[in-house]
């Protein structure tokens, strides 16, 4: 997965705005107690990270 395709998901999932905010600041027991942002910069795949969100968040199938 693309970082646009997974920016774009998160932005369909949680509105535009909410995105960075959560992405910055919930922290995911999956990505090992990091944030999206911190995964990402550590170079955790946007796929992995994606995954990541799904588990923890009730995604719609049509975005998974």
């Known amino acids: 997965m693309r970082l646009t395709e ?3 998901r998160m932005n369909a999932h949680f509105g535009e ?3 960075e905010s959560w ?5 995911i027991a999956p990505l090992g ?7 990402l910069a550590d170079g955790e795949s ?3 990270v994606w995954r990541a ?4 968040e009730d ?6």
Do not use: E, M
């Open 6 to 8: 997974f920016w774009r």
């Open 33 to 39: 107690g990091r944030t999206v942002v911190q995964a």
């Open 46 to 48: 946007a796929k992995t």
């Open 23 to 27: 992405a910055r600041d919930y922290v």
């Open 59 to 64: 995604v719609p199938s049509k975005l998974r």
């Open 53 to 56: 969100v799904c588990q923890v």
């Open 17 to 19: 705005t909410y995105a």
